[in-house]
T-cell receptor
Framework: AQKVTQAQTEISVVEKEDVTLDCVYE???????LFWYKQPPSGELVFLIR??????QNEISGRYSWNFQKSTSSFNFTITASQVVDSAVYFC???????????FGTGTRLQVFP | GAGVSQSPRYKVAKRGQDVALRCDPI?????LFWYQQALGQGPEFLTY????????KSGLPSDRFFAERPEGSVSTLKIQRTQQEDSAVYLC??????????????FGPGTRLTVT
């Protein structure tokens, strides 16, 4: 069975703080794909990143960075110097190699206060 | 280019009514997905099309739910005899590729269905 756990239901920070959103996954597939999506108040899910299981390099994109560790089945997301516009619900998701459906976590609501 | 579009954005139905939700995928995307998102939850998979073929409908909650994509482009999700538990946001996503490859799904804005 495949499962994604986002233990943090809600996080509140003050602007310019760094924040890390945790994601732990379970899968029996040897090849799989991990994703992060952002859902702002408008409701549309915005794709942020895809990580393939065979590529454990961490990635940085501007203020965003992702730490993928197969040994702990984790794919954490860090926002550096957070801004009010980062306020949203963030979802981690998993897809197996031979499937097409995304398995989502329950999401983490991030509130960034000025 | 244009993203995934969905209509209507909001739908209020009385219990027992039938509803039809439309999804226009990104042009050229072969794969199309429907998800259901209950309040405060992550999206849950309903069904998947590759072109006009419905390859996976394992997530449809009952036989009141029916989806089609007759020409491999626009898709319609139909819910018959709506129940209050059907109230949710219905999300459509599309992608350029399919099973066994590395790809991401791009989502539309969703249709918020409220059954009264």
């Amino acid at each position: 069975a495949q499962k994604v756990t986002q233990a943090q239901t809600e996080i509140s920070v003050v602007e310019k703080e760094d924040v890390t959103l945790d994601c732990v996954y379970e899968t029996r597939d040897t090849t799989y794909y991990l994703f992060w999506y952002k859902q702002p108040p408008s409701g549309e899910l915005v794709f942020l990143i895809r990580r393939n299981s065979f590529d454990e390099q961490n990635e940085i994109s501007g203020r965003y960075s992702w730490n993928f560790q197969k040994s702990t089945s984790s794919f954490n997301f860090t926002i550096t110097a957070s801004q009010v516009v980062d306020s949203a619900v963030y979802f981690c998701a998993l897809r197996g190699y031979n499937t097409d459906k995304l398995i989502f976590g329950t999401g983490t609501r991030l509130q960034v206060f000025p | 280019g244009a993203g995934v579009s969905q209509s209507p954005r909001y739908k209020v139905a009385k219990r027992g009514q039938d509803v039809a939700l439309r999804c226009d995928p990104i042009s050229g995307h072969v794969s199309l997905f429907w998800y259901q998102q209950a309040l405060g939850q992550g999206p849950e998979f309903l069904t998947y099309f590759q072109n006009e073929a419905q390859l996976d409908k394992s997530g449809l909650p009952s036989d009141r739910f029916f989806a089609e994509r007759p020409e491999g482009s626009v898709s319609t999700l139909k819910i018959q005899r709506t129940q209050q538990e059907d109230s949710a946001v219905y999300l459509c996503a599309s992608s350029l590729a399919s099973t066994g490859t590395a790809y991401e799904q791009y989502f539309g804005p969703g249709t918020r269905l409220t059954v009264t």
